[in-house]
């Protein structure tokens, strides 16, 4: 096993989606992922594009960046250890925000549709892990959103009106 192999083992080891798995179960994922490196601007996933890789960010952040022809607009960030590109890729429908790499360095573990099919069929342990992965992300996503929504109504209508 290689150093990077050894540090992203180690990585995945600390990650809530391996919780629940052995170190051999967490080295075993590894084979499924493919370790990609962007540098400060780059574009990792761009408006439109249906989603064939979700991601991890294992070193470095990424902006979400929202742009409507007219404007441009930073939605969110995402930090060492959060998985994106879970909504395209499960839906399979247009991404509706840019994925930006806002740091040189920028390091992410890639998991290709094609990888995560043969995943669900040899390792489905693991897949289940990953769903149940991408649902918390999705939560924490949706509840961001809510609580965003519910400040902004605040702020215009005032506490307790709607």
């Known amino acids: 096993m290689?150093?990077?192999?050894?540090?992203l083992t180690q990585f995945l080891s600390h990650h809530h989606l391996c919780a629940s798995l052995t170190v051999t179960e967490v080295e075993m994922l590894l084979n499924y992922l493919e370790f990609v490196e962007y540098k400060k601007d780059d574009v990792i996933a761009n408006i439109?594009?249906?989603?064939?890789?979700?991601?991890?960010?294992?070193?470095?952040?990424?902006?979400?960046i929202h742009d409507d022809g007219s404007q441009t607009l930073e939605v969110g960030r995402m930090?060492?250890?959060?998985?994106?590109?879970?909504m395209s890729f499960f839906d399979r429908k247009p991404r509706m925000l840019r994925v930006v790499a806002t740091t040189d360095e920028t390091q992410l573990l890639k998991l290709s549709r094609a990888m995560y099919?043969?995943?669900?069929v040899?390792?489905?342990?693991v897949a289940v892990n990953l769903l149940e992965h991408a649902i918390i992300s999705?939560?924490?996503?949706?509840?961001?959103?809510?609580?965003?929504?519910?400040?902004?109504?605040r702020y215009i209508f005032g506490p307790g009106k709607r």
């Open 117 to 120: 099919q043969r995943l669900r």
């Open 138 to 153: 999705l939560d924490h996503l949706v509840r961001h959103v809510s609580e965003a929504e519910a400040s902004l109504t």
């Open 122 to 125: 040899e390792r489905p342990y």
């Open 79 to 86: 930090k060492e250890g959060e998985l994106m590109g879970e």
């Open 48 to 64: 439109g594009d249906v989603g064939e890789a979700l991601y991890f960010v294992v070193k470095g952040e990424v902006a979400l």
């Open 2 to 7: 290689t150093k990077k192999e050894i540090n």
